[in-house]
């Protein structure tokens, strides 16, 4: 059974970088043809995707914060990471890690971590 | 402000049907499947319909998806308790390059 956990600091100062990372446990990272990607969620809010990789180093990134994220992948570690710049209150929020399955007619999140809550404040 | 549009809340009475909408565009609801997920208070959101119609093993055939053009729709029949929970659709946006969410619809059990 694949699980994923996400990890890092839980305060973090304006205008700083967010860093989380994502271990997957139970598969290797690399096997199948999957993309890892972050997802986050503010308080009393809904869903909000952050961006992917593929094992492959591949990224695709959410338009609306292109500019300051960075997903990258760890096959070493069988991790997968996020680093977002220049963050603000407004970056507050629970992070999740999920792993999604495509195939040619299907694409969905099926694997998600359980969600670590990062609080952008001085 | 969600490029999908869904209810921001439903409602209904233990074994009634209910239904929840979710409205995109044709570069994604158009022309990708749609997923939904289930987010119960305070847990992960876990996958509940996926490619439109489609029932994870383990999910209750209560929960039923269908697509129809830009729309899908979530049903859920014989409602519980237990139902009572955020539900989020997603689909790929091709213009985009990127996944989004409707805003969520928050179900309550009266």
């Known amino acids: 059974q694949v699980q994923l956990q996400e990890s890092g600091p839980g305060l973090v100062k304006p205008s700083q970088t967010l860093s989380l990372t994502c271990t997957v446990s139970g598969g290797s990272i690399s096997s199948g043809s999957y993309y890892w990607s972050w997802i986050r969620q503010p308080a009393g809010k809904g869903l909000e995707w952050i961006g992917r990789v593929s094992i492959t180093g591949s990224t695709n990134y959410n338009p609306s914060l292109k500019s300051r994220v960075n997903v990258s992948v760890d096959t070493s570690k069988n991790q997968f990471a996020l680093k977002l710049s220049s963050v603000t209150a407004a970056d507050t929020a629970v992070y999740y890690c999920?792993?999604?399955?495509?195939?040619?007619?299907?694409?969905?999140?099926?694997?998600w971590g359980q969600g670590t809550l990062v609080t952008v404040s001085s | 402000q969600s490029v999908v549009t869904q209810p921001p809340s439903a409602s209904g009475t233990p074994g009634q049907r209910v239904t929840i909408s979710c409205s995109g565009s044709?570069?994604?609801?158009?022309?990708?499947?749609v997923n939904w997920y289930q987010q119960l208070p305070r847990t992960a959101p876990k996958l509940l319909i996926y490619?439109?119609?489609q029932r994870p093993s383990g999910v209750p055939d209560r929960f039923s998806g269908s697509k129809s053009g830009t729309s899908a729709s979530l049903a859920i029949s014989g409602l519980q308790s237990e139902d009572e929970a955020d539900y989020y659709c997603?689909?790929?946006?091709?213009?985009?390059?990127?996944?989004?969410f409707g805003g969520g619809t928050k179900l309550t059990v009266l």
């Open positions: 044709t570069s994604n609801t158009g022309r990708n499947t």
């Open positions: 490619s439109n119609d």
């Open positions: 997603a689909a790929w946006d091709d213009s985009l390059n990127a996944w989004v």
């Open positions: 999920a792993r999604e399955t495509s195939s040619s007619w299907y694409a969905v999140f099926g694997y």
